[in-house]
């Protein structure tokens, strides 16, 4: 597929974090592998269906957790799931808080990120064919909106709104910088949505994201007291409640005829800075499935 036109059909595509492996209960279930010219993604996709609704899940660190968060081929992950055909992505993550308002257990649909990752390629574009795309609003509102009904839905503890603050890693974060983020105004902090989500708008995919709070960051003074036993305890908590979210919002993506009135599906349209006869053909070849939609056009 090289490309995916404003309008088709929603083919939802989730991208799971820690604990978050697998989606059972889908129908017609398989498991493929998708080469990509960015390399290998993280693992097989899988194939099914909900309700009616087709999905796409990508297990993030693979299944078994072999990749950290610096190891993840981020360009491979977006362009496999867009190539598959995948329209909108749900990106399911688990996440320390660092307010005393969010406790283990929490869902944040997040609306912001601070990306303050060093490590890790963060655009499809690069020398010979560049690109700049708008990250003002670095989630799809409309797919926040359907995630916080679904939460709702669920009853499920859930915050609409606040940044997620996305470090380097592996290590988690010391002291004196749990206070910065803090001083910052940051609700959570992870390791893994930058660069995933300016791939994502790159790749013209709607993206937002769940953030799972399995505990407080070290700011707070009973993080010592937390032991690694309670901390996946809330984890594979958080897994199972991630699980019945994607089952309870899947079905509200049916109705979408049109692009997103976000403008995540068109995000390309006045992105492309080098004139056609400057690009290289060779990096215009590897972006067929992310931006064929606007290549196509020159």
């Known amino acids: 597929m090289s490309h995916v036109p404003p309008g088709t ?4 595509g989730i991208i799971g974090g820690s604990g978050v492996y697998d989606i059972p209960g889908l129908a017609n279930v398989r498991w493929k592998k998708v080469e990509t010219p960015w390399g290998a993604a993280s693992d097989e996709l899988m194939f099914g269906e909900l309700d009616g609704q087709e999905l796409v899940f990508l297990p993030r660190h693979g299944r078994g957790h072999k990749l950290s968060p610096t190891d993840l081929n981020f360009r491979a992950n977006i362009d496999a ?6 329209t909108e992505i749900v990106s399911v993550s688990a996440v320390g808080s660092l307010k005393a308002e969010l406790p283990p257990g929490h869902f944040v649909i997040v609306d912001q990120f601070i990306d303050r990752t060093f490590a ?14 708008s990250m003002a609003k670095p989630v799809c509102g409309r797919l926040g909106d359907h995630l916080a009904a679904a939460c709702a839905d669920l009853k499920l503890p859930h915050a609409r709104g606040g940044t997620y603050m996305v470090m380097e890693g592996p290590q988690f974060s010391t002291l004196a910088e749990s206070e910065l983020y803090r001083s910052w105004g940051c609700s959570v902090i992870g390791m893994t949505n930058m660069p995933e989500a300016k ?27 937390v032991t690694v036993d309670a901390v996946i305890k809330v984890l594979l908590e958080n897994a199972d409640k991630a699980r019945a979210l994607v089952k309870a919002v899947a079905p509200r993506l049916r109705g979408r005829t049109q692009p997103c009135e976000k403008g995540c599906h068109t995000a390309l349209e006045a992105a492309l800075i080098t004139a ?4 290289d ?15 196509q056009k020159a």
Do not use: I, N
Request: hydrophobic share 45%.
């Open 9 to 12: 059909p929603p083919k939802l």
């Open 120 to 133: 890790r390629e963060k655009s499809f574009f690069g020398q010979g064919l560049v690109a700049h795309v």
């Open 281 to 295: 053909a060779a990096l215009a070849a590897k972006l067929s499935a992310v931006a064929g939609r606007v290549l």
């Open 199 to 225: 791939l994502a708008r790159e790749a013209e995919l709607c993206y937002a994201t769940v953030a799972m709070v399995t505990d407080y960051d070290c700011w707070h003074p009973d993080h010592d007291h």
């Open 81 to 86: 799931l867009k190539r598959s055909g995948v």
């Open 276 to 279: 056609p006869a400057a690009r």
